[in-house]
């Protein structure tokens, strides 16, 4: 059975930096594609970032040239570098894996508080 467990979440001060964790286990197709997205309270879902098996990402707007999405393929596992955080950035941020045949994963959530 596939799992995605997130960690590295928490409270944090605006402006500080957060690192969040997201690595896969019970894992047998290929995977596509592993990303991050967040819902805030009352708000839907949102992509945050993403990273191909081949290396390509895609940011949302709001957090470009503040968040950095890396992956180590032989581990299943993306990472999400977090820096000047803003208090609009608080939210439950969960992982997501696409992979071959159109199947797909999420893991269970990590909280990020980011205090003004």
């Known amino acids: 059975q596939v799992q995605l467990v997130e960690s590295g979440g928490g409270l944090v001060q605006a402006g500080g930096s957060l690192r969040l964790s997201c690595a896969g286990t019970?894992?047998?197709?290929?995977?596509?594609?592993m990303g991050w997205y967040r819902q805030a309270p009352g708000k839907q879902r949102e992509l945050v970032a993403a990273i191909s098996s081949g290396g390509s990402t895609t940011y949302a707007d709001s957090v470009k040239g503040r968040f950095t999405i890396s992956g180590d393929n032989a581990k299943n596992t993306v990472y999400l570098q977090m820096n000047s955080l803003k208090a609009e950035d608080t939210a439950v941020y969960y992982c997501?894996?696409?992979?071959?045949?159109?199947?797909?994963?999420w893991g269970l959530g990590t909280q990020v508080t980011v205090s003004s």
């Open positions: 019970g894992i047998i197709f290929r995977i596509n594609a």
């Open positions: 997501h894996a696409e992979f071959r045949y159109g199947l797909d994963s």
